[in-house]
């Protein structure tokens, strides 16, 4: 089965980068959506950015222009580069594998709910100070 495991959070000043890593395995490759979500403490996880099994991406409004999602085939990883970061990033990151897509098409024509998700990462910290 399909198992995900994160890693390159930790603690940053505001203005600073990142790079979160997810490793994949468990698969034959067949995941046609992956992503990035985040979540607060009383808060629903959101989604963040996502990546179609052609390489189209999205974002959320919110980290447009500041955050980078990528993957790396040979590796079976996937990234989320994380630049210009503020403190309203601070959330635990989770990397997620394949939801169903809308029509059957697209990975996000507006964000997907996290319970639609199959696969869930188990969460990296991001801390932003001040």
């Known amino acids: 089965q399909v198992q995900l495991v994160e890693s390159g959070g930790g603690s940053v000043q505001a203005g600073g980068s990142l790079r979160l890593s997810c490793a994949a395995s468990g698969y034959t490759y067949t995941s046609y959506c992956m992503g990035w979500f985040r979540q607060v403490p009383g808060k629903e996880r959101e989604a963040v950015a996502a990546?179609?099994?052609?390489?189209?991406?999205n974002y959320a409004d919110s980290v447009k222009g500041r955050f980078t999602i990528s993957q790396d085939n040979a590796k079976n990883t996937l990234y989320l580069q994380m630049n210009s970061l503020k403190p309203e990033d601070t959330a635990m990151y989770y990397c997620?594998?394949?939801?169903?897509?809308?029509?059957?098409?697209?990975?996000?024509?507006?964000?997907?709910?996290?319970?639609?998700?199959?696969?869930w990462g188990q969460g990296t910290k991001v801390t932003v100070s001040s």
């Open positions: 990546i179609a099994s052609d390489g189209a991406t």
């Open positions: 997620a594998a394949d939801w169903p897509r809308v029509a059957g098409l697209f990975c996000w024509e507006e964000p997907p709910p996290a319970r639609l998700v199959y696969y």
